[in-house]
C-alpha cells in the first residue's frame, strides 16, 4: 500500500508557476520529474529545487541527439535517469553526461499468457476466430506512423489471406495526422481491419488489454521511434512476439532478447525539436508478416524469449528495487 498526497496544478503546464512554493513548503528530500525533456525547456533552467535533491527520469525517442538545447535540462538535475539503454549511450555518447538507468516495468501477472483454449475463446468473441491477427496499440499520432502500418498491411495481405489488421487505437483522436478509414477504402483492405473501439479518452483497463494482446498472432508497431515502448514490453509479457522498426529501443527490446523481428528503416527524416525519425521499409515489413505466419514454431519461439525477458528485467519487484536502491542513495 502506498499512502501519498495528491497536489493539484497551478495555472501554468507542468506546475511549473507552483514547483518551487511546493518545494519550499514541503522540504522534500528528493524532487523529481517525469515528462519528456521538451517539456521542460527552457523554463526549468532558471528553478530552484533546493533543498531536495533532483532526479529526472527521461526518454529520448529519436535520432540524432535530443531534443535542440535539451541536453541542458538533463544538466539541471542532480541525477539524470535514462529509462532506456538507448537514451543512456545517446547522453554520453553525444554530450558526455553520465546517467542511471531504469526501464518502465509491466505486471507480469496481469499480463500473461492465455491457454489456447482462452485465446481462441476470445478470438471468437471477437468474430475472428479463423483469424491470423496482427496487432498493433499505439495512440494515433504521426510519430507511430500508423499509415505505413496500413501500407505495410496491405502489401502482405494478398500473401496471407486469412490474416487481419487489429488496430487497439483511435481512429478519431484529434492527435490523428491522416483520415483512416478513406486510406483504408483506398487500400482496399476494408474487409480486413479491425478496430478495438477505444477512444483517446476512453482506454480499456487491464484485464482488457490482455485480452487485446492474447487475441494477437504479432505484434506490430511500424513507429518511427520509441522513448521506451511499453506497449512491446506488455505484448512480449504476454508471449507475443514482436515485429517493430530498428530504431530507437527496439535493439534492446527486441533484438537484444530475442523476442521478435525488427523491420529494417527505409529513410530518416527530421522532425520537430531537430529530432531525426525513422521510415520503416513497408516491404520489409510485409515479408517479415508473411514469414511469421508461415512459421508458427518461429513465432512461438519469439514470444516465449519475450515473456523470459520481463521476468528478468521488467517486473515491477526488480524495477522498484531499482528505484529504492536510487532513491536511498
Given amino acids: 500500500e502506498l499512502k501519498f498526497t495528491t497536489h493539484r496544478a497551478g495555472m501554468q503546464p507542468y506546475c511549473q508557476d507552483i514547483i518551487e512554493h511546493k518545494i519550499r513548503k514541503l522540504k522534500p528530500d528528493v524532487f523529481g520529474v517525469l515528462l519528456d525533456s521538451f517539456m521542460l525547456y527552457p523554463w526549468i533552467l532558471n528553478k530552484d529545487f533546493a ?3 533532483s532526479y ?5 525517442d529519436g535520432g540524432g541527439g535530443l531534443p535542440l538545447g535539451c541536453e541542458n535540462v538533463i544538466r539541471k538535475f542532480d541525477t539524470p535517469v535514462a529509462m532506456s539503454r538507448y537514451a543512456q549511450r545517446q547522453a554520453k555518447d553525444q554530450y558526455e553526461i553520465k546517467t542511471e538507468y531504469i526501464p518502465h516495468a509491466v505486471d507480469h501477472k496481469n499480463f500473461k499468457p492465455l ?3 482462452e485465446k481462441y475463446a476470445i478470438k471468437k468473441k471477437w468474430g475472428i476466430a479463423d483469424k491470423f491477427v496482427i496487432g498493433t ?3 494515433n499520432q504521426g510519430r507511430k506512423m500508423l499509415d505505413r502500418t496500413l501500407r505495410a498491411f496491405a502489401l502482405a495481405a494478398p500473401h496471407i489471406p486469412d490474416a487481419v489488421l487489429f488496430l487497439h487505437s483511435d481512429p478519431t ?8 478509414h478513406y486510406m483504408i477504402h483506398k487500400l482496399g483492405i476494408q474487409n480486413r481491419v479491425i478496430w478495438s473501439g477505444t477512444k483517446y479518452y476512453k482506454p480499456f483497463d487491464y484485464n482488457k488489454m490482455n485480452e487485446i494482446y492474447n487475441l494477437m498472432d504479432v505484434f506490430f508497431l511500424g513507429t518511427s521511434g520509441e522513448g521506451f515502448g511499453i506497449p512491446t514490453i506488455e505484448a512480449m509479457s504476454a508471449e507475443i512476439p514482436i515485429l517493430t522498426t530498428d530504431y530507437t529501443t527496439a535493439e534492446e527490446l ?4 530475442g523476442s521478435g523481428e525488427v523491420v529494417k528503416k527505409d529513410a530518416e527524416i527530421l522532425g ?13 515489413a510485409a515479408d517479415r508478416m508473411i514469414r511469421l505466419r508461415m512459421d508458427a514454431s518461429l513465432r512461438e519461439k519469439y ?14 519487484k526488480t524495477v522498484t528495487e531499482s528505484w529504492n536502491k536510487l532513491i536511498n542513495s
Fill in 56 to 60: 529526472f527520469w527521461f526518454p529520448s
Fill in 303 to 316: 514470444g516465449k524469449k519475450g515473456r523470459e525477458a520481463v521476468l528478468e528485467e521488467y517486473t515491477w
Fill in 115 to 117: 491457454t489456447t483454449e
Fill in 254 to 257: 527486441v533484438t537484444r532478447t
Fill in 173 to 180: 483522436d484529434p492527435a490523428g495526422y491522416f483520415d483512416a
Fill in 51 to 53: 533543498p531536495a535533491k
Fill in 272 to 284: 520537430t525539436w531537430n529530432v531525426d525519425r525513422a521510415v520503416m521499409d513497408m516491404q520489409d
Fill in 137 to 139: 496499440v499505439a495512440r
